[in-house]
C-alpha cells in the first residue's frame, strides 16, 4: 500500500466522481481507476460501489476514510516538524473564514505576509458547519468564525471576542438612536439577509420561528457580509441584521442591539481536536490574538 494511493482514495471518496477526482489529482481517470484497483486487490475488499450513474463508498471504504486521512496526515506532519526542527518557515497554511471575519483575517494576514516570506496563504470563504467539516479532512489548518450552537466534540474552540446581535442601519436612519429593537420594530423596513449558510442568519431564524406572526420585508440575501454593508450604507432605508462589530470596519453604519434570548456571539479560531499544528498556523494564531483588531473587538 502506498501513500499515494490513500491519498487518491481519500480524493475520490471526497468527490464521489472519478472524473472530478482525476481532474483535482491532475492525472488521467484511468490511472486513477487503476490505483483505486489496485488498493482494492490488496485490501481484497471493494471500496466504492461504481454504476453508469453514481459512485458511492461500501462499508468497507467508510471504515478506510478516517484511517487513511490519519495517515496522510501523520506523512505530512513527518515532513513539517522536520523542517520546524530546522526553524524553516515553509509550506502552505489552509485558513477557512466566514465573511465576518474577514476584515480581523485582513490586518494580521498582510502583517504574516510581510513577516514570513516563504510561507503561501490559503484561504476559503464558507459557513461555519461547512468549515467544521474541512477541519474533519484536514482541508483547512484552522478556522475562523462564530462559534455555533451545534456542538462537535472533535472541534475544539478559542475564544477571540465577544458581540452581539445588532439591526445595522445607515448612520441617517430614523432608527438611530433606539437603544434596544425588536423584530416587530424592523418589520417594517426593507432588509438585506445574509443567506441560509451564515451562522448570523441561523440565528435569526431562530428568533423568527419563535415569533411565526412576524414576516421582515427581505430585498435581498447574500452571503457575503461586506458586500451587505456597502449595500445599506449607500442606501437610505435598507437594513440588516449582522454583528454589530462588523460596524466598526465600516464608516456611515450604525449598529442597534437587536432584543433577542440569544447569547452573546462568541468569535472563535477553530481547530481540530488533538490534530497537529503547523508551527505556521502557531505563529498566525498569536499575531491574531495579539493584533489591534481583535483587541477592539474586546
Known sequence: MELRQLKY??????TLNFSEAARQLYITQSTLSQQIRQLEDELKCQLFERNAHTV???EYGIKLLPLALRCMQDADACV?????????MIGTLNIGVTHSFNPILWYTMKEFLHTFKGVKLN????GTDKLVTMLRRREIDFA?????????????SFELFTDTLSVLTPSGHELVGRKKLTLSDIEPFPIALPSKEVQTRKWLDDALACNPEIHLNARIELNDANFILDLVAQSQRLITILPSGMVKYHSGLAA???????PPLSGCIHTFRDNYRKQTAKEFIKMLCESPVVRIMK
Open 9 to 14: 482514495f481519500v480524493k475520490t471518496a471526497s
Open 56 to 58: 458511492k463508498l461500501t
Open 80 to 88: 513539517l516538524e522536520v523542517a520546524n526542527i530546522k526553524n524553516l
Open 123 to 126: 484561504v476559503c470563504y464558507a
Open 144 to 156: 475562523l468564525a462564530f462559534k455555533s450552537d451545534n456542538q462537535y466534540e472533535d472541534i475544539e
Open 256 to 262: 442597534i442591539p437587536l432584543d433577542t434570548p440569544h
